[in-house]
């Protein structure tokens, strides 16, 4: 995640209007002048669990890449195997690496009628870009698109959105896969852990969108609630729980790396092949923590085989009590101990997710 320099103009998504007049905290985000909550951070994140919510998540990078060469170039700079993409429409999640096998940024790729879309996180557009111009030897047409981007999720989200929209057919429609209408394309991701849709159109038609919804009960859901949600859910924040000092080895994404075919070449690949064969001394894991206090990004964790960090915690308020994403040495488990403010205090060692479709998953 990266600020603006000193002095620099927040940039505002087509929404920006619907969070001040329904009174959000509107705070810095990525260069971005974002809702942090609309309210009640832990209403929200109730409303996504139980309900539905919609996200403006507008400020993500939406790049379009075309020509002849695309599958070629993505198949050498993403560590997923775009192969695996069998036909228009759907979607899979990856990592950029460089070439020390550090986690450039995740994003989802889809494919399209003509080429493919990338979607990645605002804090790394700059570098996304540079990156891909850097490493276009294949002569493709990069282009970053200017569109409004909902997610809508939680158990109604695609009810709603069917009575709003009158799309039909998308509760039959596979997980990681997304249909395009027109200048609209509307896909079954998320960032919740929960049901629901996230859809990309022309940032004049997001206002209806969004009114829409919210006369539908559809509960506006700002950045808190967002970052509980997908820490419930075990998912990975750019930044915090990976970078590209972090190989996706050690980051928990290491299903995110297509092995096969031997012959493919992808950036980053040698690094992650001498990381594997040595021996990852690291990972990411789940921590629980039922005592009072709250686990936070920093905090040293003690275990019997060796120390470590917690790259991601909170409150989590479907559970009730603390949780984090930490990188710990890879033999630890069981119990451990997290320090908080001088005081050692006692946790467990978990696989995440910790919670899925508003339930506890973890053991």
């Given at each position: 995640?990266?600020d603006?320099?000193p002095?620099?103009?927040?940039?505002?998504?087509?929404?920006?209007?619907?969070?001040a007049?329904?009174g959000a905290?509107?705070?810095?985000?990525?260069?971005?002048?974002?809702p942090?909550?609309?309210?009640?951070?832990?209403?929200?994140?109730?409303a996504?669990?139980t309900g539905?919510?919609?996200?403006?998540?507008?400020?993500?990078?939406?790049?379009?890449?075309?020509?002849g060469?695309?599958?070629?170039?993505?198949?050498?700079?993403?560590?997923?195997?775009?192969?695996?993409l069998?036909?228009?429409?759907?979607a899979?999640y990856?990592v950029?690496?460089?070439?020390?096998?550090?986690?450039?940024?995740?994003?989802?790729?889809y494919?399209r009628?003509?080429?493919y879309?990338?979607?990645?996180?605002?804090g790394?557009?700059?570098?996304?870009l540079?990156?891909?111009?850097?490493?276009?030897?294949?002569?493709?047409?990069?282009?970053?698109r200017?569109?409004?981007?909902l997610?809508?999720?939680?158990?109604t989200?695609?009810?709603?959105?069917?009575?709003?929209?009158?799309?039909?057919?998308?509760?039959?429609?596979?997980?990681?896969?997304?249909?395009?209408?027109?200048?609209w394309?509307?896909?079954?991701?998320?960032y919740?852990g929960?049901?629901g849709?996230?859809?990309?159109?022309p940032?004049?038609?997001?206002?209806?969108?969004?009114?829409?919804?919210a006369?539908a009960?559809v509960?506006?859901?700002?950045?808190?609630?967002?970052?509980?949600?997908?820490l419930e859910?075990?998912?990975?924040?750019?930044g915090?729980?990976?970078?590209?000092?972090?190989?996706?080895?050690?980051?928990?994404?290491?299903?995110?790396?297509?092995?096969?075919?031997?012959?493919?070449?992808?950036?980053?690949?040698?690094?992650l092949?001498?990381?594997r064969?040595?021996?990852?001394?690291?990972?990411?894991t789940?921590?629980?923590?039922?005592a009072?206090?709250?686990?936070?990004?920093?905090?040293?964790?003690r275990?019997?085989?060796?120390?470590?960090s917690?790259?991601?915690?909170?409150?989590?308020?479907t559970?009730?009590?603390?949780i984090?994403?930490?990188?710990?040495?890879?033999?630890?488990?069981?119990?451990?101990?997290?320090?908080?403010?001088?005081?050692?205090?006692?946790a467990?060692i978990?696989?995440?997710p910790?919670?899925?479709?508003?339930?506890k998953?973890?053991?």
């Amino acid at each position: 995640m990266t600020d603006p320099a000193p002095g620099a103009a927040l940039r505002h998504t087509p929404l920006h209007s619907a969070h001040a007049a329904a009174g959000a905290r509107l705070v810095p985000f990525a260069g971005w002048e974002m809702p942090l909550h609309y309210g009640s951070q832990l209403d929200e994140h109730h409303a996504v669990r139980t309900g539905a919510g919609m996200f403006d998540v507008s400020h993500m990078a939406i790049i379009d890449l075309t020509g002849g060469g695309c599958r070629t170039f993505l198949q050498r700079l993403v560590a997923n195997d775009v192969d695996r993409l069998t036909h228009v429409g759907k979607a899979q999640y990856g990592v950029l690496l460089n070439d020390t096998g550090g986690v450039i940024d995740d994003l989802i790729v889809y494919r399209r009628a003509e080429g493919y879309r990338i979607v990645s996180n605002a804090g790394t557009r700059d570098r996304v870009l540079a990156w891909l111009h850097m490493q276009n030897h294949e002569d493709v047409d990069i282009a970053e698109r200017d569109l409004a981007m909902l997610a809508v999720q939680g158990p109604t989200a695609l009810d709603r959105f069917h009575a709003v929209t009158g799309w039909r057919g998308l509760a039959e429609l596979a997980p990681f896969n997304a249909v395009e209408r027109g200048a609209w394309t509307v896909a079954r991701t998320g960032y919740t852990g929960e049901d629901g849709v996230e859809a990309m159109l022309p940032g004049g038609e997001a206002l209806g969108l969004w009114h829409d919804l919210a006369g539908a009960g559809v509960r506006p859901i700002g950045l808190a609630a967002r970052d509980t949600l997908r820490l419930e859910a075990g998912l990975n924040l750019y930044g915090q729980d990976m970078d590209e000092a972090t190989s996706p080895l050690i980051a928990n994404l290491g299903w995110t790396i297509a092995w096969e075919p031997e012959s493919r070449a992808f950036i980053g690949r040698s690094a992650l092949q001498a990381e594997r064969a040595a021996g990852i001394t690291e990972r990411l894991t789940g921590l629980v923590m039922e005592a009072r206090g709250v686990l936070r990004h920093g905090q040293t964790v003690r275990t019997a085989a060796g120390a470590g960090s917690v790259t991601s915690g909170i409150f989590s308020p479907t559970l009730g009590y603390s949780i984090a994403l930490a990188r710990v040495p890879r033999l630890a488990k069981g119990a451990c101990e997290v320090e908080i403010r001088g005081k050692w205090h006692g946790a467990r060692i978990v696989r995440p997710p910790f919670v899925r479709k508003g339930s506890k998953v973890f053991e």
